[in-house]
């Protein structure tokens, strides 16, 4: 058997996860899985299965779990900021380009 879970939206990534994981150690036999995330800005802390790794790194708190929740979704916005040469940090910075106004890739949604 091949479990394939499609669109697995924030915190239900790692349920799905904990789910096989559960399966298997009730004795389903599992030849493999795919498992494709999405909205990384919606998982939460108190459901994320991976908190022992990110302790190693000294990242376990909800804090920094949303540090993290921030940049995956700014990684993925497709919104860049451009400095005028007055920009010495946040202020005086604008978006390039909003949402909106992002050229087509040609998919629709």
């Not at 349920?15 to 909205?39: D, E, H, T, W």
């Not at 022992?52 to 916005?77: C, Q």
Request: aromatic share 8%.
């Amino acid at each position: 058997m091949c479990a394939v879970c499609k669109h697995f939206c924030g915190s239900a990534t790692d349920a799905g996860i904990r789910c096989l994981a559960n399966g298997i150690a009730g004795g389903l036999s599992l030849s493999g899985f795919v498992l494709v995330p999405c909205c990384h800005h919606k998982s939460r802390y108190s459901e994320y299965c991976g908190r022992e790794f990110l302790a190693e790194w000294d990242m376990d708190s909800e804090g920094d779990f949303a540090a993290l929740r921030l940049i995956a979704a700014w990684a993925v916005s497709g919104i860049t900021l451009k400095r005028n040469d007055n920009c010495r940090s946040s202020d005086g910075c604008e978006s390039e380009q909003s949402v909106d106004e992002r050229p087509s890739d040609g998919t629709t949604v």
